[in-house]
């Protein structure tokens, strides 16, 4: 069973960066698709973004054009690089697979000041 560890948040003002790690303790080459998710206080874990195991992404709207997944296969980590960011995109953010196969880990959280 693959384990996830999210690292990389923190708090950030508007507009900043920060890039997000999600190593697992297994090989994520098998997988097909890894995603970034994001829980909100009160609000329901959404997808942000995945990545297919041939580098195909996908983006949610409210984070296109701002947020880049990538994985890397030989080191079995996908990563989430966060630009300009915004205030609503204040969550703590989890990785999985899009049928959310495994545990979740502890999250990472993101928290970006107006």
């Known amino acids: 069973q693959v384990q996830l560890v999210e690292s990389g948040g923190g708090l950030v003002q508007a507009g900043g960066s920060l890039r997000l790690s999600c190593a697992a303790s297994?090989?994520?080459?098998?997988?097909?698709?890894m995603g970034w998710y994001r829980q909100a206080p009160g609000k329901k874990r959404e997808l942000v973004a995945y990545?297919?195991?041939?580098?195909?992404?996908n983006y949610a709207d409210s984070v296109k054009g701002r947020f880049t997944i990538s994985r890397d296969n030989a080191k079995n980590t996908v990563y989430l690089q966060m630009n300009s960011l915004k205030s609503e995109d204040t969550a703590v953010y989890y990785c999985?697979?899009?049928?959310?196969?495994?545990?979740w880990g502890q999250g990472t959280q993101v928290t970006v000041s107006s």
């Open positions: 297994g090989s994520i080459f098998s997988i097909n698709a």
């Open positions: 990545i297919t195991r041939g580098r195909t992404s």
């Open positions: 999985n697979d899009l049928d959310k196969s495994y545990d």
